[in-house]
């Protein structure tokens, strides 16, 4: 955790309810990406963040500091999002069989060359919006993952879910995310190239 949100955090702790407004503006924007992806719609993901905002401000007090602060938010957030799913009738915690869709998929890392920067930027706003399409088990994984740069135990303590549960929805998610782009790029298969 930051130090300056350490000292935040004790500040609204300390009474200045005031300083709270701090970590809400630190958070909102990846609180908001999370939200969208579970939720499928602005008006149910705004009223979701407010309202994981309001719990973790009454939840302060209890906060343990055995996490950073956004990854226990963060699983507020995701806690909030799929109580409106089941609501609706939408279960996130579906049971997985575990099999070999455990392996992770290798994907490129480093920076990209300076010649295919502007279509590495291209690319990441096609990945980014078909992310937004995927169904909400696989989109809030994918989103934490790839947005939010959560590693595999940031995630199972966000969601609560056991690691292989994790990895199998980040496989599935990552396979339907190739198909998607691959779709929206008009190549037959991305998974041969």
């Known amino acids: 955790m930051q130090k300056n949100e350490a000292a935040v955090i004790q500040k609204v702790l300390g009474g200045d309810k005031r300083a709270y407004a701090e970590l809400v503006d630190r958070h909102k924007e990846k ?29 302060l007090p209890r906060f343990e ?20 799913l089941s609501r609706r009738g939408q279960d996130l915690h579906v049971s997985l069989d575990t099999g070999d869709d455990e392996k992770a998929l290798e994907l490129p890392s480093g920076e990209p060359l300076p010649d295919i920067q502007y279509e590495s930027s291209e690319m990441e706003q096609i990945v980014l919006s078909e992310v937004g399409k995927l169904p909400p088990l696989y989109g809030a994984i994918c989103t934490l993952f790839f947005v939010q740069e959560m590693s595999y ?6 969601t609560g879910l056991p690691l292989g549960t ?3 929805r980040l496989f599935r998610g990552r396979v339907m995310l190739r198909e998607a782009v691959a779709n929206r790029l008009g190549v037959a298969k991305m998974s041969e190239a």
């Open 166 to 168: 994790v990895k199998v």
């Open 153 to 158: 135990d940031q995630i199972v303590e966000v």
């Open 65 to 84: 500091w055995k996490s950073s602060f956004s990854t226990w938010f963060y699983r507020i957030v995701y806690n909030v999002c799929a109580t409106q």
């Open 31 to 59: 609180a908001m990406t999370l939200a969208m992806r579970m939720l499928k719609n602005r008006e149910d993901a705004e009223e979701a963040i407010q309202d994981a905002f309001v719990r973790a401000f009454n939840a």
